[in-house]
């Protein structure tokens, strides 16, 4: 970045600031990731200086002649990761792909149906923070109060007295196995299409380590920077009979030009998924995160649902008497990174929480085995243990040094 520090030495300082920060820390953060250095080279070409409006071979502007072959393998690549019949690709983020799926389904003032934003589901499916819960009539449903798992027998009653037109499934901090083949049994109760928003479970479902929703949903979407470890961005699947419908919701209904760098990247991050060796990171991912949530448990957290399935470990910070805002603040002095998150049924705001959640899709990126991560669950719970306590934070701060040296992050450090 040397033309960068010429002419613009205040957002190159904060640049630098934010490499040693990514350098130095541990991050747990459950929906983040470390793309590639090829992904991020493409991220800062020259594509992002194209106009493409339009998809291949049906473009508004000239010029798109090199745009439609990266789009089109875009699109095969993500069809065939998926095993998918249709691809659209140009969605910005996540909730602009969900928007579109929207706007191609639903007249404003129809009824959805997704799940509760404190049990797990994401804002853009009906709460009322989000264009969803403002545009539609909204029913929510959730984790039962025991299991904490999807009460689906709640579900298909809510289905049946409300008889919603698009029942939306997936989460942002459910650490359960979806069963979208009983989603779409409800769904054909009542007559209403599905749609799976699969961003965070997306790297695990392209290497068949959870179900994949394709053949049950009409519609998937997904973003493409979480579990997937690609640029930040997201895409929409779907069969072939809504392929028309999509493509004109995303543009010219939502979007206009598409992020042709941005393409260009997911392309490349599909790629790196349909490896071999992609199975063996998700793997990963996942026994990292047995590790992380056996051991946290063993030691006295209560982990919401008692354990994980996935990439994601949700603990309830209620026995040892501190609020998810507490811990995280504890955690970063120490500089482990993860964000406070309410917990199903939870008592305290959602500013302040009862819970945190960690998730081990970037630290298994920087090469974490169960073996830091069994490590790293006692230093997580020794410092939880001893907030304010200066010589026990000193200790674990001087730990996260060491693992950080020693564990480089891919896109920045090869
Ligand atoms: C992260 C996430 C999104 C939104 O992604 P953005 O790219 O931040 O807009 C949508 N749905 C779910 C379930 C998510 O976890």
Redesign the pocket.
């Known amino acids: 970045m040397s033309s960068l520090r010429q002419t613009d030495l205040e957002i190159y300082s904060a640049i630098e600031a934010e490499r040693k920060r990514q350098q130095s820390t541990i991050n747990l953060i459950a ?1 983040e990731n470390y793309a590639s250095h090829a992904v991020l080279e493409v991220l800062g070409s020259f594509l992002t200086d194209k106009y493409a409006e339009g998809y291949p071979q049906h473009r508004h502007y000239g010029g798109c002649e090199n745009v439609d072959v990266i789009e089109t393998l875009a699109i095969e690549r993500a069809k065939k990761l998926f095993k998918a019949e249709h691809a659209n690709v140009q969605p ?7 928007m579109a799926v929207y706007l191609a389904m639903l007249q404003p003032g129809d009824t959805i149906m997704g799940m509760r934003l404190i049990h797990g ?2 804002m ?2 009906g709460d009322t923070i989000s264009f969803s819960g403002k545009n539609y009539k909204v029913v929510q449903y959730g984790v039962d109060k025991e299991t904490e798992r999807i009460d689906y027998k709640e579900v298909e009653r809510l289905a049946l007295e409300n008889k919603p037109k698009l029942i939306i499934v ?3 901090s459910y650490t359960r196995i979806i069963d979208f083949e009983r989603f779409r049994q409800i769904a054909d109760m009542v007559g209403a299409k599905l749609m799976v ?4 479970i997306a790297g695990l479902i392209a290497v068949g380590l959870h179900p994949t929703p394709v053949p049950y949903a009409e519609i998937v ?1 997904s ?1 493409t ?2 579990t997937l470890r690609g640029p ?3 895409f929409i699947l779907c069969r072939q009979e809504y392929a028309q419908m999509i493509d004109r919701a995303v543009f010219p209904q939502m979007q206009g030009g598409p992020l042709v760098h941005a393409i260009a990247a997911r392309a490349v991050a599909f790629q790196e998924a349909l490896q071999p060796s992609f199975y063996d990171y998700q793997k990963n991912i996942l026994d990292n995160a047995q590790v992380l949530a056996g051991e946290l448990s063993r030691l006295g957290l209560r982990l919401v649902s008692g354990g994980t399935d996935n990439h994601i470990v949700m603990v309830d910070l209620t026995p040892i008497g501190i609020s998810g805002k507490k811990a995280q603040e504890a955690l970063e002095r120490v500089g482990i990174v993860v964000n406070r998150n309410s917990i199903p049924f939870d008592t305290r705001s959602n500013w302040v929480t009862s819970g945190i959640r960690l998730g081990t899709p970037a630290m298994t990126t920087r090469g974490f085995t169960t073996t830091e991560m069994k490590l790293c669950a006692n230093l997580i719970f020794k410092v939880l243990t001893h907030i304010g306590d200066t010589a026990v934070e000193d200790q674990a701060r001087d730990e996260v040094q060491q693992w950080c040296h020693k564990f480089p992050i891919p896109g920045i450090d090869d």
């Open positions: 929906s910005h983020a996540g909730a602009q792909a969900n589901g994401h853009t499916h997936g989460a942002s928003d699969m961003a965070h979407t973003t920077h979480k930040r961005g997201a």
